[in-house]
C-alpha cells in the first residue's frame, strides 16, 4: 500500500496550492478581464447617460434638459449632442467634444445604422475621434484612445431627435503593467506569507499529533503519557484524553486478563485435584466406592463443565455467533423448574429458597439464553448470600413486562462498584459461601445476553443488607400463545 504523506507536508502543499491559485487569479483579472470589465463598465456608463437625456428630452422642459446634459456629462465623463432630422441642435453642449465636429453625412451614417438596429446604435474604434469622424484614423492596436458612441434616434412633440452620447476609454496598458509589478510583489508576499503560515500550522497543530501519535505507539503496553504542549487546541485535548482513557482501560483489561487465568486455573485446579483425589482413593481402597464419593466427583464435573460452558459461550457472545430462538414459554414454569433444581443441590447446605411467582406468564425470547441468567443470578445469590444462606425469587407483571427477581441477604455491593459488577472477569473480593462460579463471567455473560434481548436489567443493593438482581422481557397476553 502507498506510504501517507505526512501532515506537515499536507499543509504545505495546501497552502502552496492556495497561493498559486490566488496568484492566477490576481494575474487573470488584471491582465486578461481588465480589459473588456472596463469597457462592459463604460458601455454601461454611456447607455445610463443616455436614458437620463432622453427622459429628460420627452418630459419638454428645455431647462430640465440642459440641467441634465451638463450633469450627464460631468458625472459620467461624457459628452451629448442632440439633433433634430434637419441637422440643427437643440441644445448647445460642450463644443470641443469630437460630436460637435461630425459632419452631416457623418450623423446621417449613424443615424442610418441606428434605425436599421432598431432605433438604438453603439459604435466603438480605436483612435482619436469617433468612427468615420474628424481624427478617428487611427488603426487598432496602435496605442490609441478608444471610444464609445450612442446613437438613438427619439420621437418627441417636436419631431424626430437623434441623440448622441460619445465617452472615451482611457488607455490600460500602463495600468495592466503598473498591476504586473505589483503581482510580483503580491506574489512575493504571499508565498512568504505562506512559508510564515505553514511553519506556525505545523508548530500548532501537526507538531502536536505527531507527538501524540509518537505516545500513542506504547498504547498497546498500556502506556501513554500525555504531554501538555500537545494541548494547542480542543481536538487534540480531547484525542490525549481519549487515548489516556484508553491506556487506563488496557491496563484495566491486562489486571483482568491475568485475574482471568489466576482465577480460572485455581477454579479448575480445585475440583481436577478432587476428582482425581476420589478416583485414585477408589481405585486404591475398594471400601471407598460410595456413592457419596461418586456424588463428589459428579459434582465437581459438573463444575468444571459450568466454567468451560460460561469460557465458550462469552468467547461466542463477544464474536456475535450466537443467534437467538424466540420462542412463547411460560416464565414462571423456567423459575418454578430451576428453583426446584437449586433447592435439591443446596439443600444440604441449609439453603433456604423461596419463590414466589405469578401463574401464567408467557414471554417471547430464547429459553435456554433466559434459562442460563436465571442460573447466573441464582449462582451469583448463593455465592454472595453470606451468613443468612436465604435467596428469594420474584417473577410478577410489572404494566407490560415481566420482571424476574433474585434476592440475596449477603453484604451487598458498594455503590461505586455495582456498575463493574457487569464488566468480565470481575468478581467482588469477598469471601464466598461456596466456590461454585468464581471465573467472574456470569454476570457478563447475562448481560450480553440481556442486550442481544433488548431486555432491561439491573441490580439493586446496599451494603449489609443484600443485593436484588433483576431483568424484565415483554408480557405476551395468553391468548396469542401459539
Given amino acids: 500500500m502507498k506510504k501517507k504523506s505526512s501532515l506537515k507536508w499536507k499543509i504545505a502543499r495546501y497552502l502552496l496550492s492556495f497561493a498559486i491559485g490566488l496568484i492566477l487569479l490576481l494575474t487573470i483579472f488584471q491582465n486578461i478581464l481588465l480589459e473588456p470589465m472596463y469597457e462592459r463598465y463604460k458601455r454601461d456608463t454611456v447607455r445610463k447617460a443616455g436614458n437620463e437625456v432622453v427622459e429628460a428630452l420627452t418630459s419638454g422642459n428645455q431647462e430640465d434638459l440642459t440641467n441634465t446634459i451638463w450633469t450627464v456629462s460631468a458625472a459620467n465623463d461624457t459628452c451629448v449632442r442632440i439633433i433634430d432630422t434637419s441637422g440643427v441642435d437643440q441644445v448647445t453642449g460642450n463644443m470641443g467634444c469630437v460630436l460637435y465636429r461630425m459632419n452631416t453625412r457623418e450623423i446621417l451614417e449613424q443615424y442610418s445604422l441606428a434605425r436599421d438596429n432598431g432605433n ?3 459604435s466603438s474604434s480605436e483612435g482619436i475621434g469617433i468612427p468615420g469622424g474628424p481624427g478617428g484614423q487611427g488603426k487598432p492596436g496602435d496605442g490609441g484612445m478608444k ?10 412633440n417636436d419631431g424626430t431627435a437623434i441623440v448622441m452620447v460619445y465617452a472615451g476609454l482611457s488607455p490600460v496598458n500602463a495600468t495592466i503593467a503598473t498591476l504586473r509589478l505589483q503581482i510580483v510583489y503580491i506574489a512575493v508576499i504571499v508565498f512568504l506569507s505562506m512559508i510564515l503560515l505553514t511553519w506556525i500550522m505545523n ?5 502536536p499529533l505527531v507527538k501524540i501519535n509518537e505516545a500513542a505507539k506504547e498504547l498497546p503496553k498500556g502506556v501513554y503519557q500525555t504531554d501538555s504542549k500537545t494541548n494547542q487546541y480542543r481536538e487534540a485535548q480531547e484525542l490525549n484524553e481519549t487515548l489516556s482513557a484508553a491506556a487506563e482501560d488496557i491496563q484495566k483489561a491486562d489486571r483482568a486478563k491475568r485475574d482471568l487465568i489466576a482465577n480460572v486455573s485455581h477454579d479448575l485446579r480445585t475440583p481436577l485435584t478432587m476428582i482425581k483425589g476420589y478416583g485414585e482413593m477408589m481405585r486404591d481402597l475398594p471400601g471407598e466406592k460410595t456413592d457419596e464419593n461418586l456424588e463428589v466427583i ?3 464435573s459438573e463444575r468444571l463443565k459450568y466454567l468451560v460452558d460460561d469460557l465458550l459461550d462469552l468467547s461466542k457472545l463477544e464474536e456475535d455467533m450466537i443467534e437467538l430462538h424466540r420462542t412463547d414459554f411460560l416464565m414462571s414454569d423456567l423459575v418454578a423448574r430451576n428453583v426446584n433444581k437449586y433447592r435439591s443441590y443446596h ?3 441449609a439453603f433456604e429458597i423461596r419463590s414466589d411467582c405469578e401463574e401464567g406468564l408467557v414471554v417471547n425470547a430464547d429459553e435456554s439464553r433466559i434459562e442460563q441468567v436465571f442460573n447466573n443470578f441464582m449462582s451469583n445469590a448463593v455465592n454472595y448470600s453470606g451468613s443468612s444462606r436465604v435467596i428469594e425469587v420474584r417473577c410478577f407483571r410489572k404494566d407490560d413486562m415481566v420482571r424476574t427477581e433474585v434476592q440475596d441477604f449477603g453484604e451487598g455491593i458498594e455503590s461505586d462498584k455495582i456498575d463493574d459488577i457487569w464488566d468480565r472477569y470481575y468478581k467482588i473480593d469477598r469471601t464466598h459461601v461456596r466456590q461454585y462460579d468464581s471465573s467472574g463471567l456470569g454476570l457478563n455473560i447475562c448481560r450480553k445476553i440481556l442486550d442481544l434481548h433488548q431486555a432491561p436489567y439491573g441490580v439493586v443493593s446496599k451494603l449489609n443488607e443484600g443485593s436484588t ?9 395468553p391468548e396469542s400463545k401459539s
Fill in 120 to 122: 438604438e446604435y453603439f
Fill in 147 to 156: 471610444n464609445i458612441t450612442l446613437t438613438r434616434i427619439v420621437d418627441t
Fill in 203 to 207: 508548530r500548532r497543530i501537526a507538531t
Fill in 298 to 300: 459428579i459434582r465437581e
Fill in 347 to 349: 439443600k444440604q447446605d
Fill in 469 to 477: 438482581f433483576w431483568f424484565e422481557l415483554p408480557a405476551i397476553e
